[in-house]
């Protein structure tokens, strides 16, 4: 009986997808084992165009194969459902005692083993790169710790620490960071309930005997507005809802926290997810060594910030006189106050009164703000602690898996960032994400759409050149010199102008006209530019998208910190004598803004990227809904024209002709041989063979022969060329 699957049965929806194409004919005739293997690897399919790769990808994914190779990427498929034995410990191990690897079925271990095995080889470049790459519930982040706990267990350090039994091993901290990042950086979000506010890049650091010896995290623009504004539906960070739902008796009257209070940035509390098992993220912290007391200080400082929340502001009877509180809204500020331990006064003064330096002799002025402003410093303070919180906790975690240089030789790098993002309102998050996404798709054209055609073309291959997107002239736009859409923004910032946005509409207009990756919606009434981006156009608001550049944090609230008597704020808020300085004079202090810093650390890890041999994961979410079982075509076909797979797949597919005509060719015409009938000597049989292809296989062979030799010679282990080393004679 055929399975049936979302309502319809297997079978019928195998043959509708594959319908016309030489595949159908095949399938029919073929056993599950041999139809599967058939579409292993997309360069095979023949013709490669879109729809065939939907197509194959939607036949494995309805007998549950999730992984597919395409060229030098793999395309991973979320299953949305617990898949037995798939990442299994006995599985690793198969794949890692592999003679080839890259014969068993497609996996993100066959992409592990090969990066691990290519660092013991020792042939330049070493240093490995995965970039692991989807939209928002796509399984980047459990790709991730999948590969994660590969390298921990194939590349497990031989020792436990020297002279300190109580630490644990480098393994084990490693894998501990990934719950307590989870906790402080990831959220429940429209799109996935596990959803990653923040970028990652990890790097696994590996000692002369290819063990694990060290580690290494950097992380890229958390989404702190968060902590403050959670959307419709969305919550707030994992940690809050663990410290409300997990605390013990005594820690809920310490963090005055009782039970079913309402804070107001804490919304949809009533969800129970999986993610919110605190007891896993304080035994995480312990083995990365932030003890029990430093614990208990964080989520105290956690607890303020819900109290904080719930303080509203009442415009008052008189202008002249700061906002007014109701009584029970004082009662928040008292608890804020106590356990921020920030006096009570000089909280609510930082909060309602702005301190104006101004006149030769820097007079001080006090003004009270207005409710609107003292909404916005409430919600700044709060991003404020916890941006800082979580780059503290980021580099307590580095501390814990640090090694110095000398303690490694070599690095296989993660990185798990930020899908292409195109929402109904996009503003500079978006545009910052999506920078990164042009940046990491001009990495991949340049390492290999590029590189292997230039290669074929240097081997005199038969090659008709395939066009691919440069997308130079969008990265000119966004970040190029002198003039581009993060200069302009920067120089409203340098320039300090009260923000029009329709003034700055018309600058960007005026500046950048010639590059042909802009144009505006006339049809919308707001101030907006459009980019037509490598996956697709985006309207970006100009409304406050100067104000988020500064991303201004008014000196009473930081002076207020640094006076705080709480261990950790003074940890996180020193002082210092040139922030002492700034806070006098901070209206002339160079502003380091937003886009500078996101792309002086993203310029960093390109660099990085480019010294190391890069691996591609697209992820993939075969549906908007997350469930179980459901390939949404269009939702698919988005996401691989997003990831340029065509373009990668023709480009494998025809850079080996021989794939197609001599190895392809020989399996095909071997299994519809077979399946038809044919008696292995028929004379229809050999005639068809001998005579329609073997022009064709003798160019191949030769081809194949001339590459297998230079590839010998180089000892490379050249992506795609396994199967065809089989087919030699
Ligand atoms: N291989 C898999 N097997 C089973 N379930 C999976 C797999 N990959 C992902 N999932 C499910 O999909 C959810 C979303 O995956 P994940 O959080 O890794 O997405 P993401 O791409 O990192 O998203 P974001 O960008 O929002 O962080 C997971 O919480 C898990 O439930």
New binding site residues.
Partial sequence: MPKQVNGQKEDSIIQNDLSESFEEEVRAFLSDEEKLHLFDDLTKVNPVTMTTVLKCLQARYTVNL?YTNAGCSLV?L??????SC??SPELMREYHVAVRPQDLKPHIFAVAEQTYRNVQSQIDPINQSII?S?????????????LMKFYASVAASVTSPKDNETVERIEKRVLDSNPVMEAFG?AC?L???????FGKYIQLQLDRFHHLSSASIQTFLLEKTRVAYQAPNERNFHIFYQITKGATAEERLEWNLPEGADYRWLPNSERNL?EDCFEVTRDAMFHLGIDRSTQNNIFKVLSGLLHLGNIQFSNPLDESQPCELEDKIKDFVKITGDLLKIPVEELLESLRIRTITAGKQQQVFKKPCSRAECETRRDCLAKVIYAKLFEWLVSVINESIYADTSAWTSFIGLL?V??FEAFPENNLEQLCINYANEKLQQHFVAHYLKAQQEEYAAEGLQWSFINYQDNQNCLDLIEGNPLSIFSLLNEECRLNRSSNPDLFQTRIEKALSDNQCLSRDKFSKKPNFIISHYAGEVCYQLEAMVEKNKDPIPPELIHVLQNSKDPLLQKLFPVTETNQNNVRTQNRAAVITVVSKFKGSLENLMQILNSTKPHYIR?I?PNAD?KALTFKREEVLSQLQACGIVEAVTISAAGFPIRISFESFTERYEILRRSRGYNKNSVCGKSNYHTAKKKEISTAEKQIVSRMERYRDHQVPALGMQNTHAALP
């Fill in positions: 999730f991973a979320n299953p949305f459902q617990p898949i798939l990442y692991v989807g939209e928002s519930g796509a399984g980047k982040t459990w790709t991730s710790r999948c990831n979000t799109r996935n309930n596990n959803s990653s506010r999986d798990d930020y899908g992820c979410k997350c």
